[in-house]
């Protein structure tokens, strides 16, 4: 299993957001999480990088449980790619580098060495003539791709998004799919979370669908979409689909 | 020129150059400690360790909160008495600017600082960066740029405070102004000129700082 996750709880002081999360991903799966705002999911999403801290349950990525104290969280992150609902580019620094910050920084390669890495990575998302702008003259769209790029720097094995296009631009949010398809044939493990229904049915091998801080549901997509058991779900895509 | 050169306006300069020389002098040499406790108590206050975190509030809470004419007559004085040793009035100046400009600029860092969106640490952790070097490659330079008005604005400050070492006759440049006119009773020709050297220095600093804070705010 690349991520198991058992009876994870997550609260944020007295308010309990995750209740008991158990979830296996495997090498090469796409899993899509859906639910309403509230649900627990960005939250789940950000426990498997342990940018949030888990109350209890523990999270294994490649058998690595992050609930150890012992364990090297920096050495998992470079591992796990995430990319987040507002890019969260450098602003201060060139699209380069924000691309290579990370190989240069935590894998210890040399200026040149990180530019090789990059630049295939820049044309794969169709950004190779912004190279040397700052993020601030890019649009949203691209601002995204170039943030998948800064996380696929790092050669993770797994990538988690959260939300990757919930604020862009409807008319840009293609160009960033298209991006994340490609991986997905590529055969990256990925998590994401996202109110793009069209996507989760078409890319995903699997959809869980959130509430209330559980998995209420999960299935293949045509499964789910098509023929949702739980009444929450059954709500949920009559106000969404 | 006789007329010019016989008046108190240009017979009081080479007094007051002198001063402001010393004036400069105090408020960099104060600035540039202050800028290193300010940067360390500033840290210090967004630390999540209770003990660091009280320290650093004491510090900047005391300091906010007493005169700093209370400050330099303390090290000074104080401080010597305690201690059984004569501290030098320049090095007890710059100690005193120190202190002082040191407790404003561990509010300006600490605000430069937590004014720097969370999700910029999350996405240098999220590549692996360990804690420092998140602050170090992403959040500092980022919040050093947002600390360039304040900090302006603090030498400006601190540049003025220091016509209060002239109670402990520093030659500071009000101080000399005050010895000019001790002698030759032309307070007001000198006084006159005292403050000119101060804005001399004070105005064009605040229109550079405008323009920096202007082309900031993009």
């Given amino acids: 299993m690349m991520i198991s996750v058992r009876d994870l709880h997550k609260s944020f002081g007295s308010v309990e957001v995750l209740k008991g999360i158990d979830a296996e991903i495997k090498e090469q799966e796409v899993v899509c999480v859906i639910g309403p705002s509230g649900s627990g999911k960005s939250t789940f999403l950000r426990c498997l990088n342990l940018l949030e801290e888990v109350t209890s349950g523990d999270v294994l990525i490649e058998g690595t449980n992050l609930t150890d104290p012992k364990v090297n969280i920096n050495e998992v992150r470079s591992r796990v790619g995430m990319v987040f609902q507002h890019f969260n580019l450098f602003p201060h620094r060139t699209v380069l580098e924000n691309i290579t910050l990370g190989p240069i920084k935590v894998k210890g390669l040399s200026k040149d060495e990180a530019k090789k890495v990059a630049l295939p990575l820049l044309d794969k998302v169709g950004l190779s003539d912004k190279a040397d702008v700052y ?107 | 020129m006789d007329f010019i050169t016989q008046s108190h306006y240009y017979r009081v300069m080479p007094m007051l150059l002198e001063g402001l020389v010393w004036t400069l002098l105090i408020t960099g040499i104060g600035l540039i400690f202050g800028f290193i406790l300010g940067a360390i108590f500033g840290f210090a ?54 202190i002082n400009a040191g407790a404003y600029i561990a509010e300006i860092v600490r605000g430069a600082v937590y004014s720097i969106d969370k999700g910029q640490e999350e996405a240098g952790r999220s590549i692996g960066l360990t804690r420092n070097q998140t602050m170090r490659y992403i959040i500092w330079p980022q919040a050093f740029r947002r600390m360039i008005p304040p900090l302006g604005n603090q030498f400006v400050i601190s540049l003025k405070d220091t016509s209060l070492f002239s109670v402990i006759a520093v030659g500071e440049l009000l101080y000399m102004g005050q010895q000019y006119y001790g002698s030759t009773f032309a307070a007001f020709e000198a006084l006159t000129m005292v403050c000119i050297m101060y804005l001399v220095i004070t105005v064009p600093t605040a229109v550079y700082l405008r323009r920096v804070e202007r082309r900031l705010d993009v």
Avoid: C, W
């Fill in chain 1, 135 to 241: 993020p601030e003259s890019l649009s949203g769209g691209q601002k995204q791709r170039v943030a998948i790029a800064r996380s696929l720097a790092m050669e993770p094995r797994i990538m988690l998004f959260d939300e990757p296009t919930s604020a862009l631009d409807p008319e840009l949010v293609g160009d960033v799919l298209e991006v994340m398809k490609d991986l997905a044939k590529e055969g990256m493990t990925m998590v994401v979370v996202t109110h793009e229904m069209g996507f989760a049915r078409e890319v995903g091998d699997r959809v869980l669908f959130m509430d209330e801080g559980i998995i209420m549901e999960e299935d293949v997509p045509s499964n789910l979409f098509g023929n949702p058991q739980n009444p929450r779900t059954q709500e949920f895509l009559s106000k969404v689909l």
């Fill in chain 2, 45 to 98: 206050r967004l630390s999540k360790s209770k003990i660091i975190y009280g320290i650093a509030t004491v510090y900047v809470e005391v300091v906010r909160g007493t005169p700093i004419l209370a400050q330099i007559l303390f090290i000074y004085f104080g401080l010597s008495d305690l201690m059984g040793v004569n501290i030098d009035k320049i090095t007890a100046s710059i100690i005193a600017i120190a």
